[in-house]
């Protein structure tokens, strides 16, 4: 932007004004003496009974309806991810033929012969032999040096998998929350690339936009390329905005029935049903005649009507993006327990804000690793080198619907109390210093709120002490892919 001399000047002098006051409020935060925050009987840290509700947290915001980004910013914000960010797949612009060196590449970069131990559920050593045959399964052997690209859509919340297998594998007997094979979900409607079947023929390995891993193939239909791309991209639609809905129960077609559909799960609707013509044997006024993809017995895709209950959460566009939007979104899956990769039909943190901002129509990667340094996102990070006054800093400015990433977790800001920032996040433990200096662990295991400052990395360190990038969802990151960084 071309700034005139007299109005750079002005610019100028704002720009050192906010700085200082920026430094200013840094320097009050760090230099005032560290909140003592109660424990409850209920043993987590900081939170009162009214904590635990959105309006709580709504009603302390100024500007809380205020629109963040807008359709138009987050439609160029989605394109821009699938172009600058390696760790997300543009299915439209894969070839239309896959070569050998691209499948067996895919595959290899997962689906790596365990290093170390794994235990079973039992706490039973996994067998070399049981290793073996998962390796063998992939069939790399079996991938043409040339095949034409196929594409399909899932039909089922369904598990991706790092070997094409349901069996369940932990670093420790007994720690049998994090399988160590369970990569992430797919949802009824995500659109994928076959590249490959295992040597059981049970198993694809499939391509979506944010994650390449093995799928059962009971949950894939196959189709045309514009089937399969066309299909999320049609209007009218439903954007499912709770936690999960269910369709209407239908013997006449079970493979949408009772289907469990999650939030931010997109789902074309058909306005010119015959008002009075049943959907599966039932009349359609109580209910959206929605279509979702089933696969028929040859493996194919077809496209069948469906009933999604009026009374469902769900919406006619994807929500506003504001604060208060937020807050609301993130509170609706408190309470569930975490589900490391989608297990135990959950989420875990990456999952949980990705689900979150799916329901505004934002995108973002799937794991904590891509979404913490995307050139896509506006984000700063913070290297080891980072001091305590720049940290800081990040803390007093941070904003509701701030991500904040730590090495393997991300939490979502949801306000202030008494100038203390406060979390929402799907954690598996959750730690925090008693009074006597040691560690305490909360056990959480699902989506908690919690204050920011006392949550410990490990024995020595905080969060915030170990803080990697903060993520702001307000506008498309500079074309120039700078990364502000924190020192």
Known sequence: MHVRPHS??????????????AFAAAASHAARPPTIFPVPAHGVIGVEDAHLGPRFWIERLPQAEMVLLGADAIATQNERLLRVDNSMYDLRSIAGVLTRAQVEGWISALSQRPLQPRFDVSGA?????????????????AIPTRQSTRFGLVVHRAALRTFPTNLRVFSKPGETDIDRFQETALFPGDPVVIAHR????????????RYAAWIEARYVAEGTMVQVLGHGGRTPYRVITGARERTVFTPEQPGVSELQ??????????????????VNGQHPYSAYVIELPV???DGRLALVPALLPRIADSAGEHLPLTAANLITQSFKFLGERYGWGHAYNARDCSGFVS?????????????????ALSPALDHSTFGEEAGGQARAAAVAGLQVGD???????????????DGEPYVIHDINGGSYLGADGSLRNMHLNG??????????FNERERYVDRMTSVVRIRAAAPADDVVRTAR
């Open 355 to 371: 689900e979150i901002y799916r329901s505004f129509g934002v995108q973002v990667p799937r794991n904590t690793s891509a979404q």
């Open 447 to 456: 989506v908690s709120v919690t204050p920011l400052l006392p949550m410990m």
């Open 125 to 141: 050593a996994i067998p070399e032999a049981t290793l073996d045959g998962l390796v063998d399964e992939l069939e790399l052997d």
């Open 261 to 278: 559909l999650d939030m931010g799960v997109r789902i074309p609707v058909i306005n010119d049903w015959p008002a009075a013509e049943p």
């Open 8 to 21: 750079r000047q002005s610019l100028l002098a704002s720009v050192a004004l906010l700085c200082l006051i």
């Open 403 to 417: 991500l904040v990433y730590i090495p393997g977790h991300v939490v979502m800001v949801i306000g202030h109390v």
């Open 295 to 297: 696969r028929k017995d």
């Open 198 to 209: 295992s040597r059981d023929r049970k198993w694809l390995f499939v391509v979506s936009p």
